[in-house]
């Protein structure tokens, strides 16, 4: 091939890249940029200020015009910058082991140094903690609390190995009040029964939404992969139960059905579809992304984004806060394994995926262990290979990447043979 | 003193003990968490057995566990896949930690001992919902047991229990109280047996020979010691040799803040209430395990206030690997230590691997700059 062939085909595949593009990518950085903008002026406007976990019940906040700040959703911007590492260090050298939660160990050190990509988190008025995904975040809260000093509430959702018992229904049901209580006791005001029945129905309506959105990649070629998935999730995670975020995911799901009716596939040529397990490995996204597109292989849907839309069953949007409770305590994550093996395998052949990749996620605990189970599980159940990676969410230290090259190799590999 | 060979002998084959109890057609229950209802277990006639790991290699349990969880958490789910637990009747998880969490269902599918129950406690202890809360999970548990055993468990029988439990925890306090008071009078190898044998051995057998030393070691006048006052704190410290190589370094353990010491017996459960109650009037206010709430700096005033109540030279942190509530609170703790010029040293166990040839320089290091 002579230089202007060569310019010739490089030019049509930035085209071609360019008509694969998601258009509301742009809306959806402006939006999460004025939030971050709104958040940090949140004083100069008289605005209290929330941290929240990702799994916690942010629509009473919503309800009460306080700020929600997703120290999660920030840990996972340190990790895609890269600037993990050195956040992790540093809080190393505070004392915290290098085995704990990245997410956590970045969050502790940006707190004291300012650092990450828009230098640090605006400071919380109060803190509220829902440990339905993890007793990590307990442990991460209360240190933040003793930094801060300020209140934390504890939302204890005990976990439902096996289905969501009685005595679980009337302790959740009553930390939602006492957690009502907490919020007008910080903020001095009380709760609009009305506005917090109104940001209800926007909360259901965008986590409906949202599953919309995910459940287009049921058709092939798929309009979008897990890795759109793990960046258009932001907005459920921390605008739930805005107009907002309604009006965002709208759009975004126009877009959806139109790209699936014009043919439109975020990847060239999909002729392999697998399913993704745990949290992204936010440093290694782009890299991850080409090299199974390379192998014409798309992540189609996780475990992990849907799982902002995994409860829906359970709320009903005209008792809003009684149904909180469930609907906080069954998420994916405070479940079983086996019930979590069989949500896999639901979306195993709701998506007619090819092959399962699973991220061991040294960070998260809840999600890592009891996945060499559902891996068992689902070879027994569909035959179809399991990949199990191992890496770290945000701490890079624990990744190789010559290694998860050879791997992915082999695991295509094998999915090619049996298709 | 020979009155505690029977406690070397227990906790050196825990298997042959089951066995013992199995041939007294005793029936056995088996547990990883100090916040286990050893009291309802035992009313219900079933014997509570805290389960170690026997530390040995990690096979089986690799096809269930990445090799970043504790080893406390692999090595008896090693067991048990390997056999080694088939004395075993039935199994408790009272929820803990994330990992204990996991193992749990784990357990659940890859294990059969007949009765199974998880015991899912709150996390967070300091509030009148949260007890209501265990006082209905208890009284569940309870149900559980009562199925599984075919006829109710009486009053009588609970309030026996109790009783037994606390005179159990009555003898380990004072024993614990008399080694502080003259930390010569028992050696910490001998205690370390005293009190993890206390988690395993029949229990009514048990508080006869608890009795029995603390009569003994009453009795005994030994020479002051001049040795460092040292306070554990952390996990399970399940390392018999720590003992012995803090004394050879010229230390001696007066107190601990252990789930497998203090943690586990402080506290007696009231007697003059609903017996559910006040299960969950002890297991509320008992010295907290990191993975619980009841407070943000809770634990670090209680090492304090221990430190200072045992006139603590020093504080060594026996920390197992990949137990993050413990790795969450150590900063903090420490700190407070700082603060009131306490010196600490962190030590980072592992159940397999044990380098002792380190471990006693750092010990020797330690007690030189205290």
Redesign the interface.
């Known amino acids: 091939m002579d230089t202007n062939q060569n310019k010739d085909t490089a030019k049509e595949k930035e085209k071609d890249k360019d008509q694969r593009k998601i258009k509301s990518a742009k809306k959806m950085r402006e939006i999460m940029t004025t939030y971050y903008l709104e958040a940090m002026t949140a004083r100069e406007n008289n605005k209290k200020i929330a941290w929240i976990t990702s799994g916690g019940p942010v629509e009473p906040l919503i309800a009460m015009d306080i700020i929600p700040i997703y120290p999660e959703n920030h840990a996972a911007m340190i990790g895609a910058s890269k600037m993990g590492e050195d956040l992790c260090v540093k809080a190393e050298e ?4 290098s ?3 990245s997410y ?1 160990r970045s969050d502790i050190s940006c707190a004291q140094v300012n650092g990450g990509p828009i230098g640090g988190l605006p400071r919380p008025d109060m803190l509220v903690c829902c ?1 339905n995904i ?3 975040v ?3 809260y ?2 933040q ?2 930094y801060f000093n300020v209140p ?1 509430f ?1 939302l ?1 959702t ?2 439902c ?2 289905g969501y ?1 009685p ?2 229904a ?2 959740v049901r ?2 939602i009040d ?1 957690y009502i209580v907490f919020l007008e006791t910080v903020t001095g005001e009380k709760l609009d029964h009305d506005k917090m029945t109104e940001v209800g129905h926007l909360a259901l309506q965008g986590q409906k939404l949202w599953q919309k959105i995910l459940k287009t990649t049921t058709h092939k070629p798929s309009p979008m992969s897990a890795f759109d998935a793990f960046f258009f999730l932001a907005l459920i995670v921390t605008l739930r139960g805005t107009k907002i975020a309604v009006n965002f995911y709208e759009e975004l799901a126009q877009e959806m059905e139109e790209r699936v009716q014009k043919g439109i596939s975020i990847i060239p040529h999909e002729r392999y579809r697998l399913l993704w397990d745990n949290l992204p490995v936010w440093y290694q996204l782009k890299w991850l992304s080409q090299k199974f597109s390379d192998h014409n292989a798309c992540l189609v849907a996780d475990t992990y984004t849907s799982a902002w839309c995994s409860a829906i069953q359970y709320i009903d949007e005209n008792k809003f806060l009684d149904s909180m409770a469930e609907a906080y305590t069954r998420i994916y994550l405070n479940i ?3 019930e979590m093996a069989d949500q896999v395998l639901d979306m195993i052949h709701l998506y007619d995926v090819d092959g399962f990749v699973m991220h ?1 996620n ?1 960070s998260c ?2 999600y ?6 559902i891996m ?1 599980i689902v070879r027994k159940k569909t035959g179809i290979p399991v990949l199990m990676l191992e890496a770290d969410m945000v701490d890079p230290r624990n990744f190789s990447l010559s290694q998860a090259d050879t791997r992915i190799d082999a695991f295509m590999e094998i999915i090619k043979q049996k298709k | 003193m020979k009155e505690i060979d029977p406690f070397h002998i227990a906790i050196k084959d825990p298997a042959a003990l089951a066995a013992g109890i199995r041939e007294k057609s005793g029936k056995i229950i088996g547990y990883m968490c100090s916040y286990a209802p050893e009291e309802l277990i035992h009313a219900a006639g079933f014997h509570p057995m805290r389960l170690f790991s026997s530390k040995s290699e990690i096979s089986l349990a690799e ?4 090799a ?2 504790c080893s406390l958490v692999r090595g008896v789910l090693e067991d048990s896949l390997a056999g080694r637990l088939d004395y075993l009747d039935g199994t408790v998880f009272p ?1 803990t ?3 204990i ?6 357990w ?3 294990t059969n001992y007949g009765f199974f129950a ?1 015991v ?5 202890l300091n ?1 009148a ?2 007890r ?2 265990m006082t ?2 208890l009284k ?1 548990f309870k149900t559980d047991l009562e199925k599984a055993i075919g006829h109710p468990i009486t009053p009588a029988d609970l309030e026996a229990s109790i009783c037994l439990f606390n005179r159990i925890r009555k003898n380990l306090t004072r024993i614990y109280e008399l080694k502080s008071q003259s930390p010569g009078i028992i050696k910490g190898i001998d205690l370390f047996a005293i009190v993890k044998g206390a988690m395993i051995m029949d229990r009514k057998e048990l508080a006869q020979r608890l009795e029995t030393i603390v009569l003994l070691l009453e009795k005994k006048d030994p020479p002051p010691s001049s040795a460092k006052r040292i306070i554990l704190s952390g996990s399970i410290c399940d390392m018999v040799d720590i003992y012995s190589l803090i004394e050879v370094s010229g230390g001696t353990v007066v107190a601990d803040d252990l789930c497998t010491g203090n943690r586990w017996f402080e506290g007696l459960i009231p007697v003059d209430i609903d017996p559910l109650e006040a299960l969950t009037a002890r297991y509320a206010d008992r010295a907290i395990c ?2 619980k ?1 009841s407070g ?2 809770v634990r670090g005033e209680a090492l304090l206030a221990l430190a200072k109540t045992h006139r603590a030279d020093g504080v060594i942190f026996a920390l197992l ?2 137990c ?2 413990h ?6 703790m ?1 700190e407070f230590l700082d603060k009131a010029a306490i010196k600490s040293l962190h030590l ?1 166990l592992d159940d397999q691997q044990q380098g002792q040839g380190q471990l006693s320089t750092r010990l020797e290091t330690f007690m030189h700059m205290i």
């Open positions: 505070m004392g915290y082991s085995d704990l939660c956590a440990n993890c007793g990590t307990l442990k991460w209360e240190v609390a003793r934390l504890i204890d005990p976990v190995h096996n018992s005595e679980i009337a302790y009553r930390q006492e079983g394994v086996d061991s040294r605990k809840p890592s262990f009891g996945q060499l189970d068992e | 096809n269930h566990l990445q970043y969880c929820h930690c994330d990992s969490q996991r193992l749990s269902d784990i659940r599918l890859n998880d899912v406690m709150p996390a967070k509030t919902s949260a209501a809360y209905d999970v569940k990191p993975a709430h943000n700096t690997k990949f993050d509530p790795a969450f609170d150590y900063p903090y420490k980072e």
